[in-house]
């Protein structure tokens, strides 16, 4: 049962909109690092995004509760009936891509061969069973995956500002919590 509708969404959305937003860019770059070169850095990097993934899945389980438990905030009347429905595509495809970013790279690692250590001694079972055509498709996924999640990233964000600078109809700030 959702909530009533308000002006804001809801703070724990709020907090894991904005909180998950730093973390997945983080990832991306990460991510970036650590296919551009192999460098004295590499194996920290790997070693940080392995549970980062796994930690931004569980974040992307919690939200998705928190979406479909709260009411968000209505769109402006006035927005044209073609931006409405490039918001809630676009939000659709941001919620797939929380999700299946990090499944597609657990199931990869798992068809490497490759543990996924969450610590020094928490190590997570394996999505597939090892298997080098699975890993050899899962791969390039999971990089294409990513140029979709940043591609997206970027159109919310400018999104997002055309709404709080341009039109300064309230969409913005509902997720900022900001009075003004």
Request: proline content about 7%.
């Amino acid at each position: 049962m959702k909530s009533p509708a308000t002006h804001y969404f809801h703070p724990l959305a709020r907090s894991l909109h904005w909180s998950m937003a730093v973390l997945i860019i983080a990832m991306l770059f990460i991510g970036v690092g650590m296919v551009a070169s192999v460098s004295p850095h590499h194996a920290w990097l790997v070693a940080l995004h392995k549970p980062l993934g796994i930690a931004l899945l569980g974040l992307a389980m919690l939200r998705l509760i928190v979406r479909l438990t709260h009411s968000t905030p209505p769109l402006p009347t006035d927005l044209p009936g073609w931006q409405k429905l490039a918001a809630k595509l676009s939000h659709y495809l941001l919620y797939v891509l929380m999700f299946a970013q990090p499944l597609v790279g657990w199931a990869m690692l798992s068809a490497g061969g490759y543990p996924i250590m969450l610590g020094s001694s928490l190590q997570l079972p394996p999505l597939l069973a090892q298997n080098i055509q699975s890993y050899a498709l899962l791969r390039p996924t999971h990089t294409w995956l990513a140029y979709l999640f940043f591609a997206t990233i970027l159109v919310h964000a400018a999104a997002g500002l055309f709404h709080g600078l341009i039109r300064r109809d309230g969409v913005f700030t509902s997720m900022t919590g900001s009075r003004h």
